[in-house]
């Protein structure tokens, strides 16, 4: 039995009872990663040398009764487009290839102050631009319950790592999905927090108004516990919010006697597979069981969703990475004729397809005469989007649909066809544009592969969320059940 089977919780009482010692942790998530990483392909960059320095200090704390916290010497992965001070962050782009920042992000940051202990950098889609994690500028993640499928994206390092076993818990990012999608496909639980909820000071940008830092985890109390270390108001970041924090863990109760759930009748419709239908309608089942309530719902506007997060996040992207032109750090092109010379080749030769297919989107889209046609009506819909999710919650505590239309899909099957690939986030990218908070848990399988069913909650309130998640996560065993690597 690994280390990593037990809960966060239980591995702060063995630290305390010095059954255990941080190092130990620590080795083992080395050991696994020196297993089965060459197979996942989870990690960009490892940090042994300071990961195992850190722990021995923190060992030193055990040994004089010091370190109260709950993730106290507990191992973590960071998804490589949070920045960390001195240790490699590229966003698995060559543009990035060997960018050392020089300063923390307020996530890492918080969890130096938690004294976790960061394994490494986990791969992702490129400048988190994708569903699979195949527009990697690297390597392709593959995933732990099937090598040959993909772990989902753009967070496919954090989720593979966590469902691999390789680290306790992660961070990803989610922008239209890039948390729960993975998480789906890997058999974890991933949570989108509530726009503002977390600080994105560190996190390089892909789409500003839609980037959210959210923790992926075994079970959903180590997911609350997480969230709880990295969620806060910081004066670095201007659209954190100033809301108080709760604590997430005293909603884990297992009680939902009484909870309105609704079911919009888009996210079980065309499109969707029909054992992921029946997973969902099943899972509804045991939170009756449980003294929920469910009722079909309509959310009319999510059929324009991907349309208007496609248009306004690659607007944002084509500002965003305007940044990178070879001139302050990054790649740069050898022997340019001149200045314009120097962006055109240092763009065209660090950046990858599916970014630059998006730069060109964003741009055509903010152009002059297409501003209006395109981005400002986009704006105007995501605004409808939003008022759905608002009339819905003014009669109902969450909604439930499935996280994803089909389980994980194999390696290469949809990397040449960009508006399929674009679908697969067609569950997620609402809650985005919306800014509420979204969950993926565990929920069946499909020929082998995990299932995930979408918990989704009013703006900041991630408690009754997890109050959610956790009575159906305790009803069932689909978290228990772990790939055979």
Known sequence: MSLFDHKVSELHELLHKKEITSSDLVSESYKR????????????????????????????????????????????????????????TTCASKI???????????????????????????????????????????QATRNPWNLETVPGGSSGGSAA????????????????????????FCGVVGLKPTYGRVSRFGLVAFASSLDQIGPITRTVEDNAYLLQAISGVDPMDSTSANVSVPNFAESLTGDVKGLKIAVPKEYLGEGVQEEVRQSVLDSLKVLEKLGATWEEVSLPHSKYALATYYLLSSSEASANLSRF?????????????????????????????????????????????????????????????????????????????????????????????????????????????????????????????????????????????????????????????????
């Open 96 to 138: 990035l290839e060997n960018f050392d920042p020089i300063y923390d992000a307020t996530v890492v940051n918080k969890l130096t102050d938690a004294e976790t202990i960061t394994i490494g950098k986990l791969n992702m889609d490129e400048f988190a631009m994708g569903s699979s994690n195949e527009n990697s500028g690297f």
């Open 325 to 485: 032109d070879g001139v302050r750090y990054g790649y740069r092109t050898e022997q340019p004729e001149n200045l314009i010379d120097l962006y055109k080749k240092s763009r065209s030769e660090g950046f990858g397809d599916e970014v630059k297919r998006r730069i060109m989107l964003g741009t055509f889209a903010l152009s002059s005469g297409y501003y209006d046609a395109y981005y400002k009506k986009a704006q105007k819909v995501r605004t409808l989007i939003k008022k759905d999710f608002e009339d819905v919650f003014a009669k109902y505590d969450v909604i439930i649909g499935p996280t994803t239309p089909t389980p994980a899909f194999k390696l290469g099957e949809k990397i040449d066809d960009p508006l399929t690939m674009y679908a697969n986030d067609i569950l997620t990218i609402p809650v985005n544009l919306a800014g509420v908070p979204g969950i993926s848990v565990p929920c069946g399988f499909s020929n082998g592969l995990p299932l995930g069913l979408q918990i989704i909650g009013k703006h900041f309130d991630e408690s009754t969320v997890y109050r959610v998640a956790h009575a159906f996560e305790q009803a069932t065993d689909f978290h228990k059940q772990k790939p055979e690597l």
């Open 33 to 88: 990663i020196n297993e089965v990483d060459g197979k996942v392909q989870a990690f960009l960059t490892l940090d042994e040398e300071n990961a195992r320095a850190a722990a021995k200090k923190i060992d030193e704390k055990l040994a004089a009764d010091e370190g109260k916290g709950l993730l106290f010497g507990m191992p973590i992965g960071v998804k490589d487009n949070i920045v960390t001070k001195g240790l490699r």
């Open 161 to 184: 790592s966590v469902a691999a076993g390789e680290v306790l818990f992660s961070l990803g990012s989610d922008t239209g999905g890039s948390i729960r999608q993975p998480a789906s």
